[in-house]
């Protein structure tokens, strides 16, 4: 075996490390399989086995090696975060203090706030019964019957006033004589004082007046100044139109002028067209007059053509006719040998005019043969045209008859939603009916319920009204009882301010009554408890004897 390495590199190993290997291979546990050939087997020093583990292993050691790497300064980051995590004098430690702060005082900001806002609701609570509290009392105060109660309390109190003015003027009667002359000389002194404003008035309204006499005049003037002007203006207007009715009637002139000589160029214009299309007819009649020449020179020439073919025909009939006799003369007169030749010419001519004939009819044939395919090639494209329109026809028709199935589905369709529809719209009238009908129910049991809770609201108002003026009436009794007579009218009245009965079904609500007539006037003032008067008695004082 080989070494290739080392001192003994390219040289044969003795038999003595032969004998070493087997007992190491005695000694050791064989590493390889007994069927391989020791002899075949490559020995690699330690070192470039290490290398070559190295080189192989070197990316999985260097991606566990930066792994492990990342993982012991992922966990120092984590402890030196919860090392750091509780010091103060950090900038995320002052940080977190000064949120920690800021977060204490805004949750003691927003506490005051909530206890401002609970007195502010508390508050404005009290503002909003104080404002409901006025509302109802100004809407009560406002009432018909409430204004004609405070009407007759400003009339009692008026009436109070005024005996009380009375007494006080009669108490100063007697202390106003010594006064008199006094008031006299100063109503004298008034009086003269009046007499100077009045004459110092006049003068002013006389001096106001001559000033508005110079004011109209000066008005006038102006006015007369800006009518001259308008006249000018007027007169220039008028020249100015004069001017443009000249401007636009020589337009006007100009225009008709123009018009005339286009009628004009029109007229010459369609002689002229009725003497070109005069010209062109007359060609156009040469024209035929020459083709119908034509025709009948082409026809002449054709009839003088077949004469002349029935005159060549006839000449040939006539020659041929001559040949045949002179030949048989020929035939008679001459010798055998002659006949011979005469014979063979006359088979020759025979044969040469038997093969042109055969020619001819050979062409004939041929054309005829040609002219009968074209015209079966013909008749074929035409039963093949036939049979793909008769197939065009069949297919137009089944697609006729399917739209024509289709549109009657569509038609049963539509008919269906129609009926669909109607049911469906039937229905919902039914339904709109009932509901309308319990609508109206619901309605007259609300307007019921609206009269019900009305006349309780009228009744509790009433009794509310009630109480005010038996307070009112009792504060007034108390200086005197002379003057609540219009209190006690007006608590008597009825609400609604008329004349009528109380209806006492309708919350005491006394009605105003109209005369039936066309003033319209109220009526007076009806009373239940029928009339004082006795007619009869008034009947007989008259005279009235029924």
């Known amino acids: 075996m080989l070494v290739r390495f080392g001192r003994r590199s390219g040289q044969t190993k003795e038999s003595t490390e032969t004998k070493n290997s087997e007992e190491d291979q005695v000694l050791y546990p064989p590493l390889l399989p007994s069927s391989v050939d020791l002899q075949q087997v490559t020995i690699i020093p330690h070192n470039e086995w290490k290398r070559i583990r190295d080189s192989l292993d070197c990316l999985t050691r260097k991606a566990a090696r930066l792994r492990a790497e990342r993982k012991a300064k992922k966990e120092m980051?984590?402890?030196?975060?919860?090392?750091?995590?509780?010091?103060?004098?950090?900038?995320?430690?002052?940080?977190k203090q000064?949120?920690?702060?800021?977060?204490?005082?805004?949750?003691?900001?927003?506490?005051?706030?909530?206890?401002?806002?609970?007195?502010?609701?508390?508050?404005?609570?009290?503002?909003?019964?104080?404002?409901i509290e006025y509302a109802k009392q100004y809407q009560f105060y406002q009432?018909?019957?409430?204004?004609?109660?405070?009407?007759?309390?400003?009339?009692?109190?008026?009436?109070?006033?005024?005996?009380?003015?009375?007494?006080?003027?009669?108490?100063?009667?007697?202390?106003?004589?010594?006064?008199?002359?006094h008031s006299k000389l100063s109503i004298e002194k008034a009086f003269k004082e009046e007499q100077e404003k009045a004459e110092k008035r006049y003068r002013d309204r006389l001096a106001l007046a001559n000033d508005h006499l110079k004011q109209i005049e000066e008005h006038k003037e102006e006015e007369e100044r800006r009518r001259k002007s308008?006249?000018?203006?007027?007169?220039?207007?008028?020249?100015?139109?004069?001017?443009?009715?000249?401007?636009?009637?020589?337009?006007?002139?100009?225009?008709?002028?123009?018009?005339?000589?286009?009628?004009?160029?029109?007229?010459?214009?369609?002689?002229?067209?009725?003497?070109?299309?005069?010209?062109?007819?007359?060609?156009?009649?040469?024209?035929?007059?020459?083709?119908?020449?034509?025709?009948?020179?082409?026809?002449?020439?054709t009839e003088i053509r077949k004469e002349k073919e029935a005159e060549t025909h006839r000449l040939m009939e006539e020659r041929r006719e001559r040949i045949n006799n002179f030949l048989s003369d020929l035939i008679k007169q001459k010798l055998d040998n002659e006949g011979l030749i005469i014979a063979r010419d006359i088979a020759e001519a025979e044969a040469a005019w038997?093969?042109?004939?055969?020619?001819?009819?050979?062409?004939?044939?041929?054309?005829?043969?040609?002219i009968e395919e074209y015209r079966g090639i013909v008749m074929k494209n035409k039963e093949e045209e036939e049979r793909q329109r008769k197939i065009e026809a069949k297919e137009q028709l089944l697609a006729v008859m399917k739209a024509d199935q289709i549109f009657w589905e569509h038609e049963k369709e539509k008919n269906r939603k129609t009926d669909k529809e109607r049911r469906e719209i039937q229905d919902a009238h039914i339904h709109q009916m009932a509901k309308n009908k319990f609508n109206a129910k619901q309605a007259k049991e609300a307007q019921l319920e609206y009269c019900r809770h009305t006349e309780d609201l009228m009744e509790e108002k009433e009794q509310e009204f009630q109480d005010y003026a038996r307070e009112v009436i009792e504060l007034e009794s108390e200086s005197t009882n002379k003057y609540i007579y219009p209190l006690v009218k007006a608590v008597q009245a009825g609400p609604g301010g008329g004349h009528g009965p109380v209806l006492t079904d309708r919350g005491g609500i006394r009605p105003s009554y109209q005369a039936n007539d066309c003033s319209g006037v109220q009526l007076p003032s009806y009373s239940c408890q029928g009339s004082k008067y006795n007619f009869q008695k008034s009947k007989g004082r008259l005279g009235f004897t029924w």
């Open 230 to 301: 308008e006249e000018r203006d007027a007169e220039e207007i008028k020249r100015q139109n004069l001017l443009y009715e000249l401007e636009i009637r020589e337009k006007q002139e100009k225009k008709k002028e123009e018009i005339n000589e286009r009628r004009k160029l029109f007229f010459e214009y369609m002689n002229d067209k009725n003497i070109i299309k005069a010209v062109e007819q007359q060609q156009q009649e040469e024209e035929d007059e020459k083709i119908r020449r034509f025709i009948k020179a082409k026809k002449r020439l």
């Open 354 to 370: 038997e093969k042109r004939e055969r020619e001819k009819y050979e062409k004939k044939k041929a054309e005829l043969k040609a």
């Open 98 to 131: 000064k949120l920690e702060a800021k977060k204490k005082r805004d949750e003691e900001i927003e506490a005051e706030r909530q206890i401002l806002d609970v007195e502010e609701e508390i508050h404005k609570q009290g503002e909003r019964k104080k404002a």
């Open 143 to 181: 009432t018909d019957r409430v204004k004609n109660f405070h009407s007759g309390l400003l009339l009692s109190r008026a009436m109070k006033e005024r005996d009380a003015q009375i007494e006080s003027q009669k108490s100063r009667i007697k202390l106003d004589n010594k006064w008199d002359e």
């Open 77 to 95: 980051h984590l402890q030196s975060q919860e090392v750091v995590k509780h010091w103060t004098n950090t900038y995320a430690g002052m940080r």
